[in-house]
């Protein structure tokens, strides 16, 4: 019975790393780009990326483009849920607060760069430049 007994603590104390997944499941929902879910993709002519941004305003979203790097800024004042105020909330997952997330995207033509927000999903588009053709240039060494 004793036996029995160290067996059964023994194997409670290793479930939790039976079940890592539904861990580092709950833990990834703690981090601030849990809420900028992307699609980024590449052709020859252009990067088009895609960002949810649920029950983020417009005007709270910030874009900039600067050395290859694009920046998406959003912020949320606060969440407005009579449940919450009235202490009836079981689980709340949304969270509110700055999120920014950058994106390495080189070789872009920057006046061409386009975006529309609409549905809670931020659409980028961002045109490649035109390569201009390298020319050898020999320096001579005097």
């Given at each position: 019975?004793?036996a029995?007994?160290?067996m059964?603590r023994?194997?409670d104390?290793?479930d939790?790393?039976?079940?890592?997944d539904?861990w580092?499941?709950d833990?990834?929902?703690?981090?601030?780009?849990?809420n900028m879910k992307?699609d980024?993709?590449?052709?020859?002519?252009?990067y088009?990326?895609?960002?949810?941004?649920?029950?983020i305003?417009?005007?709270?979203?910030?874009?900039?483009?600067d050395?290859?790097?694009?920046?998406v800024?959003?912020?949320r004042d606060s969440?407005?849920d009579?449940?919450?105020?009235?202490g009836?909330?079981?689980?709340n997952?949304?969270?509110?607060?700055?999120?920014s997330?950058?994106?390495?995207?080189?070789?872009?033509?920057?006046?061409g760069?386009?975006?529309?927000?609409?549905d809670?999903?931020?659409?980028?588009?961002?045109?490649?430049a035109?390569?201009?053709?390298?020319?050898?240039h020999k320096?001579?060494?005097?």
């Open positions: 019975m004793m029995n007994n160290l059964n023994r194997g104390m290793f939790m790393f039976n079940d890592m539904r580092f499941n833990w990834n929902h703690a981090l601030p780009n849990n992307t980024v993709a590449e052709s020859k002519a252009a088009d990326v895609k960002i949810d941004l649920p029950d305003d417009k005007k709270d979203i910030t874009l900039d483009y050395h290859d790097i694009l920046t800024s959003a912020h969440l407005s009579a449940s919450n105020q009235q009836d909330m079981i689980m997952e949304r969270s509110f607060g700055r999120f997330r950058q994106y390495r995207l080189p070789n872009v033509d920057r006046p760069i386009t975006a529309k927000y609409e809670g999903c931020l659409k980028i588009h961002l045109p490649k035109h390569e201009l053709p390298h020319n050898d320096i001579e060494i005097q």
